[in-house]
């Protein structure tokens, strides 16, 4: 598409009010769970120093939301997307405004703490899917390309601000206890804003009406088993679909982990503190955000094929990793984890658009299912593991290991499977050998 006529429909979308109120308040509460992903880690942090209890927070957080989210699907094709995103907005304004309240009275325990996370990661199993699904209920199928682009540039624009805004609220807000808890006032105030931000998203989602013609049908609970079956068949059969989900598997697993619980623990030794994992968070997010923008103006990019390409990125990112761990300064992380986010980001595009290129238009919800959980499922035991494993190792050691093993996950897949031959068009047999 000419870059003109690409300017000229977005500026024709942002004209559309159903679409411009959904914008709106996706941005307002993207920006409120970045608070949140910042402050909870941190919390936990401050009321234990322990990385085990970090991970089993996270966990409790990404295992439900990884468990029900095929659910979560199942509940949106029944009802309609827009109520049931309404119905978790009103219980995550909820559930954080009770966590704000209890951390800034000094009321908070762990278990509470793990409680209301176990709360927030179902609500999110049931907005994740109402969230990817109402679109086409908002705007006409021509314009999908366009209005996903601008809410994924949205996302990770947010991903950069909201960290760094996060990290100067609780640095600013004063390292006072309340309890237990040192940062308390921040923390509340940060968990706060994240309430409030559901709330303001719900008043905007109230304003969207919905396309006629776009009702959501009843769909049995066996039809739809059957359906998420099928699909989980189609992802196995098809030989490059399982190479690549099995590597990603692995390389979810050494990657998630260090970000989310290693990532704080070593901006916790920093001179900044939490205006340091803010900003460290920060740099991933807008590094990220870089690597999307490339790669939508060099979609063709590539070292040989696409197989090769992904394995050299995660090659380098491995190399990447390995001195994280032993900087002294923020501004040292923020330049690596920048450069590990516009790779990262510039993948993400590549595989989502390999994906949609690759698989039939009725298989692709079901496989981009299958992707999101490997990511969501792998994701929190990385986190349980990478704070089991920091009780006896430091944040050198652990950036360490994970930068070489992705190394070795690499140079494995590279010499045992036919990773180096997937190409844009699928170069692999579809069918399993």
């Known amino acids: 598409m000419p870059e003109k006529e690409s300017t000229a429909l977005r500026g024709q979308l942002l004209k559309d009010r159903n679409f411009f109120w959904l914008l709106a308040g996706a941005l307002i509460s993207m920006l409120g769970d970045q608070f949140t992903l910042i402050a909870l880690p941190w919390l936990v942090l401050k009321m234990t120093g322990d990385t085990l209890a970090l991970g089993t927070v996270l966990a409790l957080v990404a295992v439900p939301r990884a468990l029900f989210i095929l659910i979560g699907g199942?509940?949106?094709?029944?009802?309609?997307?827009?109520r049931v995103m309404m119905l978790t907005k009103y219980i995550n304004?909820?559930?954080?405004?009770?966590?704000?309240?209890?951390?800034?009275?000094?009321?908070?325990?762990?278990?509470?703490?793990?409680?209301?996370?176990?709360?927030?990661?179902?609500?999110?199993?049931?907005?994740?899917?109402?969230?990817?699904?109402?679109?086409?209920?908002?705007?006409?199928?021509?314009?999908?390309?366009?209005?996903?682009?601008?809410?994924?540039?949205l996302r990770q624009l947010s991903m950069f601000a909201g960290p760094l805004l996060a990290g100067v609220l609780i640095a600013l807000s004063g390292n006072e206890a309340s309890g237990a808890v040192t940062d308390a006032k921040g923390l509340g105030l940060a968990f706060l804003f994240d309430a409030f931000s559901f709330a303001l998203s719900a008043w905007t989602l109230a304003k969207v009406g919905l396309r006629t013609g776009t009702a959501t049908q009843p769909a049995g609970a066996q039809s739809t088993m059957h359906a998420v079956a099928e699909g989980l068949r189609h992802c196995w059969?098809?030989?490059?679909?399982?190479?690549?989900?099995?590597?990603?598997?692995?390389?979810?697993?050494?990657?998630?982990?260090?970000?989310?619980?290693?990532?704080?623990?070593?901006?916790?030794g920093l001179p900044q503190g939490a205006a340091a994992f803010g900003a460290l968070a920060g740099a991933y997010g807008a590094g990220t955000l870089v690597g999307m923008?490339?790669?939508?103006?060099?979609?063709?990019?590539?070292?040989?094929?696409?197989?090769m390409t992904m394995l050299l990125i995660d090659a380098v990112i491995g190399a990447l990793f390995i001195p994280v761990g032993l900087i002294s300064a923020a501004w040292q992380g923020v330049v690596l984890l920048l450069a590990i986010g516009v790779l990262g980001g510039f993948l993400q595009v590549?595989?989502?658009?390999?994906?949609?290129?690759?698989?039939?238009?009725?298989?692709?919800?079901?496989?981009?299912?299958?992707?999101?959980?490997?990511?969501?499922?792998?994701?929190?035991?990385?986190?349980?593991?990478?704070?089991?494993?920091?009780?006896?190792?430091?944040?050198?050691?652990l950036f360490i290991g994970s930068g070489a093993l992705l190394l070795g996950i690499v140079a494995t897949t590279f010499a045992t499977s036919g990773m180096r031959f997937v190409a844009d068009a699928g170069a692999m047999p579809q069918t399993r050998p």
């Open 74 to 82: 199942a509940v949106v094709d029944r009802y309609s997307p827009k």
């Open 93 to 153: 304004t909820l559930l954080l405004g009770v966590l704000a309240a209890l951390v800034l009275t000094g009321a908070a325990t762990l278990w509470m703490v793990y409680a209301l996370a176990l709360c927030i990661g179902l609500s999110t199993a049931f907005s994740i899917p109402s969230g990817t699904a109402i679109m086409q209920h908002v705007v006409p199928r021509e314009h999908l390309q366009a209005a996903n682009s601008m809410m994924m540039g």
């Open 237 to 268: 059969n098809d030989r490059s679909l399982r190479t690549c989900f099995l590597y990603w598997a692995a390389v979810a697993f050494f990657v998630s982990g260090p970000i989310q619980v290693a990532m704080p623990v070593l901006a916790d």
């Open 293 to 307: 923008i490339v790669s939508g103006i060099k979609p063709k990019l590539r070292v040989g094929n696409l197989g």
């Open 350 to 397: 590549t595989v989502y658009t390999w994906l949609q290129g690759r698989v039939p238009p009725a298989m692709l919800g079901r496989t981009m299912s299958v992707f999101m959980f490997i990511f969501m499922g792998i994701a929190p035991m990385a986190a349980a593991a990478t704070g089991w494993v920091m009780r006896v190792a430091t944040p050198a050691q």
